[in-house]
């Protein structure tokens, strides 16, 4: 069965520091890739999304970079973070176009 | 911007009675999907309803589209206390990945 991990759960940084959070995908090959932002109470919006190894598309313009190193592996970066960047990072994969996102369990990042 | 907007923002009802979120969207859509997120965790997907459909039915699950009213409603009956939850509606639309843009949501909950 498909599984997707997801870590730290939580992290707290200050100002200024880099940040690299990891997401993996197992029991799938080639799935589309995705990474959305939470804030507190409020819908997910989608930063990045990646359809394979290398290919990535950014959806807003913001302090952040991904990457797909492998074909299951994303990583969501920043080499300074900002105190706007806090909230719920959430990475979902897609197995099939146009089909359901299955979804991590999301890192709680506070900026300090 | 194509973001669905639910309605109302928090519903509060007791158990055993039914629940109705309702969805809106601005474009053309491909589908449209329900998920579901407890508290800090990720969103599960509920159900996924196409374009060309207009309800479907998942257990105590019931979603309705209008199209032509770019409109949707996700029905739960017979509701318990472990559907206390946010409530999601994402619209699809394709342009290489799938791209789901989600509402704020709808905070439900139910009272024993």
């Known amino acids: 069965s498909q599984t997707i991990h997801q870590w730290p759960a939580t992290l707290v940084q200050p100002v200024g520091s880099p940040l690299s959070l990891e997401c993996t995908v197992e029991g799938t090959s080639n799935p589309n890739l995705y990474w959305y932002r939470q ?5 997910l919006q989608l930063l990045f999304y990646s359809v394979g190894i290398g290919q990535i598309s950014s959806e807003v313009p913001q302090n952040l970079s991904a990457s797909r190193p492998q074909d299951r592996q994303f990583i969501l970066s920043s080499k300074k973070l900002l105190l706007s960047d806090s909230g719920f990072y959430l990475c979902a994969w ?9 979804f991590g369990n999301g890192t709680r990042l506070t900026v300090t | 911007s194509q973001q ?3 309605d109302p923002q928090a519903l509060s009802i007791q158990e055993g009675e039914n629940a109705t979120m309702n969805c809106s969207y601005k474009t053309s859509i491909n589908n449209l999907q329900w998920y579901r997120q407890n508290s800090g965790r ?3 997907h509920l159900i996924l309803i196409r374009s060309n459909e207009r309800e479907k039915h998942s257990g105590r699950l019931r979603v309705t589209l209008d199209t032509s009213k770019k409109s949707s409603s996700l029905l739960i009956t017979a509701s318990r206390a472990a559907d206390t939850a946010s409530y999601f509606c994402a619209t699809g639309y394709l342009q290489g990945a799938q791209k789901l843009v989600f509402g704020q949501g709808t905070r439900l909950t139910i009272n024993p």
């Open chain 2, 4 to 6: 669905g907007e639910e």
């Open chain 1, 39 to 43: 804030a507190a109470g409020r819908g």
């Open chain 1, 94 to 102: 897609e197995g099939v176009s146009r089909s359901p996102l299955h």
């Open chain 2, 42 to 44: 990720g969103l599960v």
